[in-house]
């Protein structure tokens, strides 16, 4: 009997396909014989065994991990002058471009390569990178004689892949693909303090929930205390919410890495999402208008919810240095389990602004006017206005008067008071 490998049966499957497909157009089937080494001959060559005397260590990470060990490889080939081949050993080494923090940096996307003893650990492994439709395989390929070392050192191996990451402490949208969860680089609109007003106890908050738990979280995980936090804004649309956590992953900027998920990736991928969150620590994720992933029980994906719930509670405790500043309309429309202590611990509620609030704020959209505007009588006429509208009412009169703005324009506009219709708070279309 001959021994069958699996290499072999991937080279054997498609051949009675194949060949009917050649008799259909006609065509004679003709099977050239691979003339190059398979990965595991190349390998076991490179460690000078036989290839019977191989043990391969597996496993397909997320994405963004495997990205990070394309990088490390490529790193690690500049630094001791490896000699790197293809995922095939016929085919080059390939490499891609990775949005890291701190800029693009180049990394493996498919590559075999001998680390010689004394590099990664006392013995001599090759690292592959091996590409597939549905992720990407990284592979440590060691002699059998060191099989007790192997597998403390793929570990080892895979956890400094993960700490160096690229993508630690940059900013990024994370989007749904074939292979897993993708990074692309977020920018999101230029936004500090000066440019929202709000109450200053909101962003004593921020500094407390968030800024001093991002800072101190090595520091409260070594201590055994949670390090991660949920924090929720909860108001009426055009109170700044969004804006908010524009804000705040602004001025985190390499400190933490900032997540800014997709809806797609809410709704099919959070606890993913949190893996990467907590791989990337210390992070903050923002997850804009929660009520249209949980809201109350019934009306929302029940399964959703669930994992929600889990992720936020058994995942979010364990993991170290993961905010979350989620947004919704309507808190009751939050279910109540999501919003027990342990899941959201902090709640700011983000009203329309009172009097003195939408002075500031006037005076923030007309900072560059000189002309002479009474706006306190602007602001005590436009009671019940966010900032969203008085930013709209500032712009109305701007198009209207063009340009020669005057606290006569101002109060016309507030007159027409256009935010005093009831409108659809964003969280209700589900
Ligand atoms: N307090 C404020 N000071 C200055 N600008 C504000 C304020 N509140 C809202 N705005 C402005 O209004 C616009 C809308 O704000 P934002 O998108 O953050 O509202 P939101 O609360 O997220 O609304 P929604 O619930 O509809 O998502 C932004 O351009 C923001 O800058
Ligand atoms: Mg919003």
Known sequence: MTDI???DLLVEAPLPALRLLAEAIDREFVRRQPADSTPFEYAAAQLGVDPTDLVVLEECPELAVTHAVGHWLHEAQARW????????????????????????????????????????GAVPVVARIAPHRFGPDVQLIGRAADNAVLPELFESFLRTCRAESPYRRGAYRVVVSDAGLLLQRWTGRAA?????KLDPSVWHTVDRRVHRVIDLADDLAARGLGTSTGLLLVG???TGKTQLGTVVAHELAGRATVLVPDTTVTEHSLTDLFELASDLSPSLVLMDDLDLIVGERGETNPHRLREFLNVMDGGLADRSGVVV????????????????SSRFDTVIKMEAPGVEGRLAILQRYLAWSNADLDLPAVARATDGATGADLKELVRATVLETSDAVTTAALLAQARAGGWREPKPAAGQYL
């Open 5 to 7: 490998d699996v290499t």
């Open 81 to 120: 002058g490896l000699d790197p081949v293809g995922s095939v050993p016929a085919g080059p080494a390939m490499t891609q471009s990775i949005p890291g923090a701190a800029g693009d940096v180049r990394g493996y996307a498919a590559v075999s390569v001998l680390l010689p003893a004394g590099t990664l």
């Open 325 to 340: 500043i989620a947004s919704t309309n309507d808190h009751r429309k939050i279910d109540k389990a999501a919003r027990r």
């Open 236 to 238: 009426p649309p055009g």
């Open 192 to 196: 500090t303090r000066d440019h929202l």
